[in-house]
């Protein structure tokens, strides 16, 4: 005990069992010292919530200071220190052997890794929300919502504008590219294919894709017998082929086995198929099907309806259920492809975007819209020399 003193407090002996309690620095300085007490008795050490620190104080300490028990366990303290308790037993051998039980596993004593605390941000409810002038969280909003005063004047003018259907979506989307020459039920499994495959990917890379399977042979009958391999090989290039390549896999048995070579009838039993979410399952049985029970939404249309206040959301889901709420049913079955292919051009084709612009019906709008959707008109308009020409457009 005098071997510790320069660096503990006075030990504190009661009911037979020695507890020190000691503040372990994060180079662990005094543990020399604490290896020299009695192995036989448990000692609680109070030390600062370091990784690192944790991690050599285990490693170097835990085996020379606890013997001749059986447990160990951890708990925060205060949300900045670790009250580690540790107790080990030597066998027969005489090795020592010492495991830490945290609240969540039991593992060995040199692989524990505690995370370090986190500071818990305060909750803001709806009621609160309104006492302190904040927001309301999104997470609590409403999956309903008024209709915005100007979709309609919106949603005519994408129209228009989308009116040369000369968008990527247009070639090698899910509707361009099934072949209809082969069946129907052919014609649906390609459409379930091409959506599996668009994920993460371009649609460019999704047609060249498609093309590739196609001239392979791109029904469920072949598929199914093509090995993991040379169809993981035929669809490299789309984003997570690995796992597409599973799940593709996976879906031709249950199609074959459960739906007579053919796809689901709805997209609520697509959905049950690996790999498959609402998106692709809405989109699948509009276009496979013809029937519509849900708007496809993927994460440019969910930027881009937030972008018009059109929704309030924060994920895709939530702009689905938003959406739906308000815009009239006949217009579901034609919104994706209409704002997905409007997406493409103002993103990847802005020079595009605001030529097919200043030649429409409402110059003046068209430009004001791409521009909400994020278009710099006059770094573009110099960049195209037509910035005098974007600015008489924009005075009409």
């Not at 699948?284 to 929704?311: P, Q, Y």
Request: aromatic share 6%; net charge positive; charged share 25%.
């Amino acid at each position: 005990v005098t071997e510790c003193m320069p660096m503990l407090p006075s030990p504190l002996i009661g009911s037979g069992r020695l507890i020190l309690s000691c503040l372990v620095p994060y180079w662990l300085s005094a543990a020399p010292a604490v290896r020299s007490f009695r192995p036989n008795h448990v000692s609680i050490v109070s030390m600062p919530v370091s990784t690192r620190a944790r991690r050599v104080f285990v490693a170097e300490t835990a085996t020379s200071i606890f013997q001749e028990e059986n447990t160990i366990s951890t708990r925060r303290r205060n949300g900045r220190r670790l009250l580690v308790t540790m107790e080990t037993s030597t066998g027969l051998d005489g090795t020592t052997e010492a495991k830490i039980v945290t609240t969540k596993a039991s593992v060995e004593t040199k692989s524990v890794v505690t995370p370090s605390p986190r500071k818990r941000k305060p909750t803001t409810t709806p009621n609160n929300a309104r006492k302190t002038g904040k927001s309301t969280p999104r997470s609590v909003l409403s999956e309903t919502r008024a209709p915005p005063k100007d979709w309609e004047s919106i949603y005519a003018l994408v129209e228009e504008l989308r009116q040369d259907r000369t968008a990527p979506v247009d070639s090698d989307g899910s509707e361009a590219l099934p072949d209809k020459s082969q069946g129907e039920k052919v014609f649906r499994f390609q459409v379930l294919i091409a959506l599996m495959l668009s994920s993460q990917t371009k649609d460019s890379i999704v047609g060249e894709t498609m093309r590739a399977l196609q001239g392979h042979g791109l029904t469920a009958e072949n598929i199914a017998q093509t090995s993991h391999e040379k169809l993981n090989s035929l669809i490299r290039r789309v984003g997570f082929h690995n796992n597409k390549t599973k799940y593709i896999k996976e879906t031709v048995e249950i199609l074959i086995s459960e739906y007579n070579v053919d796809i689901p009838p709805n997209a609520v039993e697509m959905m049950k198929l690996p790999g498959v979410g609402p998106k692709m399952a809405f989109i699948v049985e509009n276009v496979g099907w013809g029937t519509c029970s849900g708007i496809g939404i993927d994460t440019h249309m969910h930027r881009m309806f937030n972008e018009l206040k059109w929704v309030d959301s924060k994920n895709p889901e939530q702009t689905r259920k938003q959406l739906e709420s308000w815009l009239p049913k006949d217009r579901w079955m034609t919104v994706n492809v209409l704002f997905v292919g409007f997406g493409q051009e103002v993103q990847q084709f802005k020079p595009k975007a605001i030529r097919k612009a200043l030649k429409c019906s409402r110059p003046a709008d068209a430009l004001r819209l791409i521009k909400r959707l994020g278009v710099d008109l006059k770094k573009e308009g110099a960049k195209m020399g037509v910035e005098e020409e974007i600015l008489e457009a924009m005075k009409g």
